[in-house]
Every structure is written in structure tokens, then in C-alpha cells.
């Protein structure tokens, strides 16, 4: 039975939901958005029910941060609402979600398009979305004057394959740089990335784009 994941903070509609797929689908369920990531994480559902309006962290923000997610971006979302789809249902679709439906819910169609999601490996129709993430990084490499330089800076914006941050080093197009995490003393390898774009705020005040040349697999996406 493949696992499935409900998030909704109304215990009688968690409950409901349950009895009508518990046939078919191993339940996880939970009323905890925060608990839900942790779930997600560790049980790797192969689809998720979210319910919107929740105390504390938005069906939203869940949708967006898994759909954003490497490790989760792939897993579907359908979005259970009392509010009507539309007001909410494009919206959502922008953030990831694969499906609208409004309570109550029809429970047909929502049995054939979880059927329809769970086994068919879609691709990801969505760009590779961004995360507005500030994390201390050092970077290492040589400047355009072929100098060797070793700087500390923070992220701006990640995805799963670059980021955006900072630096007061003059780099070329397509210079290579070594990447490290920082936190505090400690220090750890990502790997190398190359600059693809250069963005300026200021006279003095570049913005560096880098996509890494291989697809490292402790990134923070």
C-alpha cells in the first residue's frame, strides 16, 4: 500500500479522511504543519493531503518549501479547502500544488487523481524554484587577475543547483570557485561552482550568480 500523508489541523475531517482511503493507502496523519516537514523527510510520502488554513505555518508555506525542495519537490500535493478554487486554486498552482479540491470534498474524484499522480512519474513542470536562505559560505578560487583570494560571505537566494551572494573579489565570467559551509569554526567542502551571471547594486557592490559544475550532495536544497 503506498504511504500517503494528511495535514490538517481539523481532527474530525483527519478522521474522515482516513476512514474514506484507509482501503487503499497507508495513513500517516498529522494536525502539526512543523511535525509534518519531519514527516515528510522521513517517511517519504508518496502523496500529500494539505489542508490551507492552519495555525502557526500556512498551507502555503508548506506547499512552496516542499515544492522547492530536491528531496521532495516531486511529490505531489493536492490542496483540501473550505475556501473555493477560485480564490485560492491558481494561486496554489503557482506554489506547486497538482490538484484543487474544495469541502466537502468529492471523495470520486479525489480517489482517481491521487491514483492518477501516485502512478505516473511525472516530470516537474515547474522552473527550479529559489529559496530566500542567508547561510556563511567561504569561497576560494582565483580573482580576474588570476590572484589567489579566500573570502567569507552569505548566500542571498539558493536553488538546487547555484546560488546568489556577495563578493567584494573581482571574479570573471565563468571563474570556478571552491564552496564551503560555515558554522562558526566549523567548515565543510560543497564542492566547485563557476559564475554565471554578475549583478551589480552599486559602483562597488557586486552580486555573483553561481551554478555549481556538479551537483553537489550535501547542499542545503
Known amino acids: 500500500m503506498h504511504r500517503i500523508l494528511i495535514v490538517d489541523d481539523d481532527d474530525a475531517m483527519r478522521m474522515l479522511l482516513k476512514e474514506r482511503l484507509s482501503d487503499i493507502y497507508d495513513i500517516v496523519e498529522t494536525g502539526d504543519p512543523a511535525e509534518a516537514f519531519a514527516l515528510t523527510l522521513d517517511?517519504?510520502?508518496?502523496?500529500?493531503?494539505?489542508?490551507?488554513?492552519?495555525?502557526?505555518?500556512?498551507?502555503?508555506?508548506?506547499?512552496?518549501?516542499?515544492?522547492?525542495?530536491?528531496?521532495?519537490?516531486?511529490?505531489?500535493?493536492?490542496?483540501?479547502?473550505?475556501?473555493?478554487?477560485?480564490?485560492?486554486?491558481?494561486?496554489?498552482?503557482?506554489?506547486g500544488a497538482r490538484d484543487y479540491f474544495q469541502k466537502p470534498i468529492d471523495f470520486n474524484r479525489l480517489r482517481t487523481r491521487m491514483t492518477e499522480l501516485i502512478d505516473q512519474d511525472l516530470p516537474d513542470p515547474r522552473p527550479e524554484l529559489r529559496a530566500k536562505v542567508q547561510v556563511a559560505i567561504?569561497?576560494?578560487?582565483?580573482?580576474?587577475?588570476?590572484?589567489?583570494?579566500?573570502?567569507?560571505?552569505?548566500?542571498?537566494?539558493?536553488?538546487?543547483?547555484g546560488f546568489?551572494?556577495?563578493?567584494?573579489?573581482?571574479?570573471?565570467?565563468?571563474?570556478?570557485?571552491?564552496?564551503?559551509?560555515?558554522?562558526?569554526?566549523?567548515?565543510?567542502?560543497?564542492?566547485?561552482?563557476?559564475?554565471?551571471?554578475?549583478?551589480?547594486?552599486?559602483?562597488?557592490?557586486?552580486?555573483?550568480g553561481f551554478h555549481f559544475t556538479q551537483r553537489p550532495t550535501e547542499w542545503l536544497l
Open 164 to 208: 546568489r551572494c556577495g563578493c567584494a573579489v573581482p571574479l570573471d565570467q565563468r571563474s570556478i570557485v571552491e564552496v564551503f559551509l560555515r558554522s562558526g569554526d566549523l567548515k565543510r567542502r560543497i564542492g566547485r561552482a563557476q559564475v554565471v551571471h554578475t549583478l551589480w547594486r552599486g559602483k562597488h557592490d557586486p552580486r555573483y
Open 43 to 95: 517517511l517519504c510520502p508518496k502523496c500529500i493531503l494539505l489542508d490551507l488554513l492552519m495555525p502557526g505555518l500556512t498551507g502555503f508555506e508548506m506547499c512552496k518549501t516542499l515544492s522547492s525542495l530536491s528531496l521532495t519537490k516531486k511529490t505531489p500535493i493536492l490542496v483540501l479547502s473550505g475556501n473555493s478554487p477560485g480564490q485560492y486554486g491558481d494561486f496554489c498552482s503557482h506554489l
Open 138 to 161: 567561504e569561497l576560494r578560487g582565483l580573482n580576474r587577475y588570476g590572484e589567489a583570494f579566500q573570502e567569507l560571505t552569505s548566500t542571498e537566494d539558493v536553488s538546487v543547483s
